[in-house]
T-cell receptor, first 115, second 113 residues
Framework: QKEVEQNSGPLSVPEGAIASLNCTYSDRVSQSFFWYRQYSGKSPELIMSIYSNGDKEDGRFTAQLNKASQYVSLLIRDSQPSDSATYLC???????????????FGTGTLLAVQP | GAGVSQSPSNKVTEKGKDVELRCDPISGHTALYWYRQRLGQGLEFLIYFQGNSAPDKSGLPSDRFSAERTGESVSTLTIQRTQQEDSAVYLC???????????FGNGTRLTVT
């Protein structure tokens, strides 16, 4: 079993729709969760971080975490063609402000927003 | 300000040769990571340095791979006796502390012929 699993996609959504990206992880003691966006040929960039169960909203992005189910998701509202990229889920045992640990990435989900 | 700098940006080498990849993190960043990304794949963790702590080398795929870091500055990733399966983009990232957002370099694209 991979440590962090994502559907590789492509996930195709029409412009203006909600894109839903999902991620599961195997390490039950994971404490910190991140979503990175990677455009083709570019390096990843952080778009969301979440540390506790529930929802966290930032603009058009909402991250959702359920530690009991070992599941984290990213919702993108009002999807735009410029959102077309690979979205990488990343997980670590480390906790913010405390002990740190390696950050493990999933293989990413390719999102294609159709104009 | 300067971001994470990696060199060379591209490297073509013959199978069996050794290569050395360099990463200059952002000044003051204590955490430094190396990842490998094969074409169309995700980021594969290789090694993690945090300050003066012993590095986490658990992701290094074989003993042909090694990495060093001098204090909280430059890091080098060395691959000995390169194989074709080593061909990938090698990404370096740093952060001010372990869980701050990672700042990635532009990567070194390694091609082993």
């Amino acid at each position: 079993q991979k440590e962090v699993e994502q559907n590789s996609g492509p996930l195709s959504v029409p412009e203006g729709a909600i894109a839903s990206l999902n991620c599961t992880y195997s390490d039950r003691v994971s404490q910190s969760f991140f979503w990175y966006r990677q455009y083709s040929g570019k390096s990843p960039e952080l778009i969301m971080s979440i540390y506790s169960n529930g929802d966290k909203e930032d603009g058009r992005f909402t991250a959702q975490l359920n530690k009991a189910s070992q599941y984290v998701s990213l919702l993108i509202r009002d999807s735009q063609p410029s959102d077309s990229a690979t979205y990488l889920c990343a997980v670590t045992r480390g906790n913010y402000g405390g002990a740190t640990n390696k950050l493990i990435f999933g293989t990413g989900t390719l999102l294609a927003v159709q104009p | 300000g300067a971001g994470v700098s990696q060199s060379p940006s591209n490297k073509v080498t013959e199978k069996g040769k050794d290569v050395e990849l360099r990463c200059d993190p952002i000044s003051g960043h204590t955490a430094l990571y190396w990842y490998r990304q094969r074409l169309g794949q995700g980021l594969e963790f290789l090694i993690y340095f945090q300050g003066n702590s012993a590095p986490d080398k658990s992701g290094l795929p074989s003993d042909r791979f090694s990495a060093e870091r001098t204090g909280e500055s430059v890091s080098t990733l060395t691959i000995q006796r390169t194989q074709q399966e080593d061909s990938a983009v090698y990404l370096c990232a740093s952060s001010p502390r372990g869980l701050s957002p990672l700042h990635f370099g532009n990567g070194t694209r390694l091609t082993v012929t």
